[in-house]
């Protein structure tokens, strides 16, 4: 099976630390979202959070999805100045976060 090609997408699971507020979190979200206003790379931003009946998420309840123009876009991302920024806002307030970076691939039957 061939891998996808074109759009980067780059995920945050986060777990945040006990006694972050839910107005943390969301000036966080806020502050993310934000990021496609400073950083030309970054094409989009959504989020959610866990709703899975399964209770496997080992604490990571938050997801954070970013889509690029390829794995360049992610790495000037990853670099920019308001990403690192960003990061040192939020990074305090998680206890624990995986990131993965992946090409969406639609499978052919």
């Known amino acids: 099976m061939e891998e996808g090609k074109g759009d980067v997408k780059h995920m945050l699971l986060a ?3 006990e006694g972050v507020s839910e107005q943390q979190i969301e ?3 806020k502050q993310y979202a934000n990021l496609v206003n400073l950083i030309p ?3 989009s931003f959504r ?3 866990d709703v899975s009946q399964e209770n496997l998420h080992q604490g990571f309840t938050h ?3 970013s889509t690029f123009e390829s794995t360049q876009g992610v790495a ?3 670099s920019h100045p308001d990403h690192e920024a960003y990061g040192n806002i939020l990074r305090p307030l998680l206890e624990n976060f995986i990131t993965v ?3 969406p691939t639609p499978v052919q039957l």
């Open 41 to 43: 790379s970054m094409k």
């Open 101 to 103: 970076d992946y090409h």
């Open 15 to 17: 777990k945040f630390k």
């Open 76 to 78: 000037e991302f990853l």
């Open 27 to 29: 000036e966080c979200i």
């Open 47 to 49: 989020w959610g959070r």
């Open 63 to 65: 997801v954070f999805e």
